[in-house]
């Protein structure tokens, strides 16, 4: 498949290859929606109403990416070690707010 907008053919953080790539979607102005997905889980899209490659999912391996992820498992141990130590409810209840939590607490 032939891209016009987007250029990239491996990954500018960790040079990975591509995995997927569409067009579609023709814009009234002419130009085609592109999007483009790597190996390594990075998503570009190229969208005619702004005419711009615009990054939807950023690399893991970029140092913003790592250093958020890793932001963010401190929150989430956190959260769960202060749940866990809180004295003033029964475990039952720890673990319906832990359950709760599940699937938000969901880090990269």
């Known amino acids: 498949m032939n891209l016009k907008e987007i250029k990239e053919t491996t990954c500018s ?13 023709l814009h009234t102005n002419g130009h085609w929606n592109e999007r483009i997905t790597f190996e390594c889980g990075r998503k570009l899209h190229f969208s005619p109403n702004f005419m711009e490659v615009v990054v939807e999912k950023e690399c893991p391996k970029n140092k913003k990416e790592v250093i958020k992820n890793n932001k963010r498992k401190k929150f989430a141990n956190k959260l769960i070690d202060f749940i866990l130590d809180y004295k003033l409810v029964d475990l039952a209840e720890k673990d319906k707010v832990l359950k709760a939590l599940e699937y938000t607490l969901k880090v990269n």
């Open 13 to 25: 953080c960790c040079g990975r290859g591509i995995s997927s790539q569409t067009i579609e979607y």
